[in-house]
């Protein structure tokens, strides 16, 4: 007998029939004799409706109730889930966030977990039933309903699986697990059956949207082990934990993301502090950056480029203008049309030559780079968009063709 | 400075233009200086949407898992209706009802309030907040959410009224207040400014459908002054208290109630017991009796006939039939075309002859009367439905005309 932690999405509890898929997961789990505790998320597009009710009232309502709204999303998907277990002959319970012990941070709408208390959990699942909890949520120390933000259900289902000391936490979605690359993109990507947390970490910041960052590191941080897999065709998944036992593969996917801009500051005085100018300037507006490249300019000066979210563009153009002066710059210039393409894996930091194939690929390809960006685990390099899809397909064909 | 409790049913928040006129309403009553509690219902038909899904999983839902269900309605509702609040400029907190401390019995469904624990809303108020809280729902002690069932809103308001010690209960609805009969019917009904809690009880109970008993006997008890009021008119509504200041009209209003069947068990022998015996058969099987009369048929033996609601008839007669051995009568008729006509008001007690001039209105109009029940502030009489319409205008202009 293992304590399973099942995830469900909004999708696949969306209507009727998959909210009986779903009860049929959960039963045949729990028939195979194991404790179950199931997180599901809001239906479909209940919260998208939601937000736009809220959008017909304010375009400025207050964090704290925006946060009653959407919870009420999640126990509606709860209850029906129950009445489908019940349906099939099996006893659920449904908890919302606060009845499950899930307590976490004053902030709404990005709120994070700070503690769960399993109690109650924990006596249901005694008395055998399945235990259903409402993702996304929790109570803060106000007792005033948050929610968690994007990728909340997930971190709820992991939280809940470290909290419990759970044998797996299962995140079915409406894929099959993590590929080596975008199957949309490249045709012969595949499906990988395990990955680290740190290479499924790299791929989640890289717009890999199977898994969110938050619940990637709070698997890691608790070691829980992970299974992304699909509620449609079940297949077996993909594995997420500390150490991967297959061979090690080089490289374990290949990630491109277009929601990127590219900004170049040139002719900066080559002074300590100035960076740190620019950059604490661009912090303060809440703008984030991600890579940074440094490198010599004329006559003593430096030409810093950097990227941010393409959504950002603008508002980081405008705070350069206006802060010409103390940041001393002698001229900008910024770029939209660029994507960001990774090669993430474990594997390379053992391995000489990763980055030397990933080059050669892109050559090959006739694909021009204009950033290049390492971490231990990961290769980035800046391209310009329209040949996003020709160079991901090239490298993935050098590494897994 | 009064404290008001301010309570508005689900077509009163239906849409983003009637939360917008309930917002009005409440910040214009506290920006005169009160202090504001609002309960709300689910909007418009989010209810029956909730009961239609329920319904496509299953016939049989948990009640527990219902409950769950249902009670996101209002969580709904009243943070859309704090949105606007805020919109509007002024400060309201929503609160859930096991937020608002309102606990229950054990029953799902149609639980009823154990206890209100206000210290929460009472300390928002102190913080100058507008409080909404969601009718119709509470927590009970396994910590599990509760629904009220009918009538709920309505008594959630006055239970917080009355755990608040508010000076007022005000039901915002979609009429003017209560009438002296059904304005769709009797076209010369006229509002009432004033009327007893005993007579809405009465009222209530024989199908006007402004205010559920169990409001207004919660009202009662705890001597809440209650006003029934149009959220759409706004116009003065109708007072319900103890004792009506105004000089005492010897009716309040004239009511019919069409879910109404009789039946006639005859030829029973007169022995102690044998009444017993029928009316605990049916009590066994929650068929509630209303109207009893027995009269002497032959032979020694007697005659009884009663009054069930309509949906019970046939179970009612199978019943009869089937026990017919046991419970000794010698045949059984029912009827289910007939109607219920009432007078209400307290002031029949201290005044002779108010049955006399109901039965000489239903005299004149040529209404047959079959059977008549009095208690001391209401008297009953049965007749053919078909004669409904005319017996109620009949009586009602005898009375105000």
């Known amino acids: ?33 194991n404790q179950v505790v199931v997180v599901v998320s809001a239906q479909g597009d209940t919260t998208d409706d939601f937000i736009e009710k809220a959008g017909e009232i304010t375009d400025r309502a207050p964090a704290r109730e925006m946060d009653v709204l959407l919870s009420a999303g999640e126990q509606i998907s709860m209850a029906l889930l129950a009445m489908a277990i019940d349906k099939l002959g099996f006893h659920a319970t449904s908890l919302t966030g606060w009845q499950a012990g899930i307590q976490t941070d004053l ?31 929790g109570l803060n120390s106000h007792d005033s309903i948050t929610t968690l933000g994007r990728g909340g259900s997930d971190t709820t289902a992991v939280a809940i699986a470290a909290a419990l000391g759970a044998d797996l936490c299962q995140i079915y979605t409406d894929v099959d697990g993590v590929y080596t690359a975008d199957p949309r993109v490249v045709p012969g990507a595949k499906k990988l059956d395990e990955i680290t947390y740190d290479e499924m970490l790299e791929l989640a910041t890289l717009g890999a949207q199977v898994l969110h960052n938050r619940s990637v590191e709070m698997a890691k941080k608790y070691n829980i082990d992970l299974e992304v897999i699909s509620s449609l065709t079940r297949n077996p998944g993909t594995k997420v934990k500390e150490v991967t036992s297959v061979e090690k593969m080089m490289i374990s996917g290949v990630a491109c993301d277009k929601d990127v801009a590219r ?52 508002e980081t153009v405008k705070l350069i203008e206006e802060n010409k002066e103390r940041l001393h710059f002698t001229e900008w210039s910024s770029e939209a049309a660029i994507a960001k393409l990774s090669i993430v894996g474990a594997g390379m930091t053992s391995t000489p030559g990763v980055a030397a194939k990933m080059f050669e690929a892109l050559s090959d390809a006739q694909v021009n780079i204009r950033m290049i960006s390492t971490s231990e685990i990961k290769i980035s390099v800046l391209i310009n968009e329209e040949d996003a899809q020709r160079a991901m397909r090239a490298v993935h064909d050098k590494f897994f063709g």
Do not use: C, W
Request: charged share 25%; glycine share 8%.
């Open 1 to 33: 007998m293992a304590l399973i932690v099942q995830k469900f999405g909004g999708t696949s509890v969306a209507n009727t029939e998959r909210i009986f898929n779903v009860a049929d997961i959960v039963t045949k789990t729990a028939a195979a004799g």
């Open 263 to 314: 900004i170049a500051v040139m002719g900066i005085p080559d002074e300590p502090g100035k960076a740190f100018r620019l950059f604490s300037l661009l912090s303060a507006h809440n703008i984030n950056i991600d890579i940074i490249l440094q490198s010599i300019g004329r006559d003593n000066t430096r030409d810093i480029s950097f990227t941010v979210a393409r959504g950002q563009l603008d």
């Open 107 to 137: 902030s709404y709408g990005a709120a994070r977990i700070r503690k769960i208390e399993p109690r109650r959990i924990r006596s249901l699942l005694e008395r055998k039933r399945i235990v259903i909890v409402a993702g996304f949520q």
